[in-house]
């Protein structure tokens, strides 16, 4: 019984953090269409799953992000939005963030998320990448991502897979590059589906993560590598990756 009394005692005392588990929130507020409890081949129940599987408690909404809505949330998931955010809404997450909050935003496509990226001090192209290198099926848009940087989220990595990626890199010191394409990376400037003069060829961030405040962040240029098709071999291996390193940091 002693030792009963002593664990109630412990368990009273520690803090809430050690007895709840990390919740994460998957935004379907804007427009998206590829759906954490779906299992469509372009749903992303698989992801959600790998988060349960990490210990996180998994939740949806289609409310506005602001404060009440993100108030008892860890880790924000914005994948494959449709339609922007409210500047309020920019504000909202961003201070999440700051206090201490896990984000990931994948992109299906950049404009609706625009001021999101600027506020975290994120730039990206005006069009999807190709590559001459490491193509998937034929595809210039699907390839193989093999130039990664030393980083939690790439930890026992060799490579993984895009399916139609926009090019990002950080504005700000501390936004760094953790993936990117080869030399031959390249975007399509004039819009004509071929490499020529005024495009634009050189090695293109696919994913940039920082620290912000007490938190962090990564964006993928990518939300179709962790969709339920994609993800398995080394895609699978990346979402573990990203499901443990946005869990909240203890405090010292």
């Known amino acids: 019984m002693k030792w009963l009394f002593a664990l109630l005692l412990f368990l009273a005392a520690a803090p809430q953090s050690l007895l709840a ?3 994460v929130l998957f935004d379907e507020g804007h ?32 409310q506005p992000l602001n404060a009440a809505a993100l108030a008892g949330i860890d880790v924000l998931v914005l994948s494959g939005a449709f339609q922007p955010l409210t500047a309020d809404e920019v504000t909202a997450v961003r ?9 990931a935003v994948m992109l299906h496509i950049a404009p609706p998320v625009a001021s999101l990226l600027h ?27 093999l130039d990664l940087v030393a ?26 590059v953790v993936a990117r394409t080869g030399a031959h990376g390249w975007v399509d400037l004039n819009h004509d589906g071929q490499l020529g003069r ?13 620290t ?12 179709a590598l962790f969709q339920n ?7 699978l291996v990346l979402a573990g990756n990203l499901a443990r390193w946005l869990q909240p940091v203890p405090s010292p």
């Not at 954490?36 to 799953?49: V, Y």
């Not at 912000?212 to 939300?223: E, H, P, T």
């Not at 098709?229 to 895609?235: S, Y």
């Open 21 to 23: 588990a990390p919740v």
């Open 31 to 62: 427009g998206q269409q590829f759906l954490a409890r779906g299992d469509r081949p372009l749903d992303l129940a698989a992801l959600a799953g790998v988060f349960t599987a990490a210990g996180c408690e998994v939740r949806t909404s289609g």
């Open 95 to 103: 201070e999440f963030v700051v206090r201490g909050g896990g984000l």
């Open 119 to 145: 506020a975290l001090e994120v730039d990206f192209t005006n069009g999807t990448l190709r590559e001459k290198d490491h193509l998937i099926g034929g595809s210039r848009q699907d390839f193989r991502v």
């Open 151 to 176: 980083h939690p989220l790439t930890a026992g990595l060799t490579d993984f897979a895009v399916y139609g990626a926009w090019a990002l890199r950080g504005t700000a010191p501390g936004v760094d």
């Open 198 to 210: 005024g495009d634009a060829m050189q090695p293109f961030g696919v994913a940039v993560a920082a």
């Open 212 to 223: 912000l405040g007490r938190g962090r962040f990564v964006v993928f240029g990518d939300d």
């Open 229 to 235: 098709r994609f993800l398995e071999g080394n895609n």
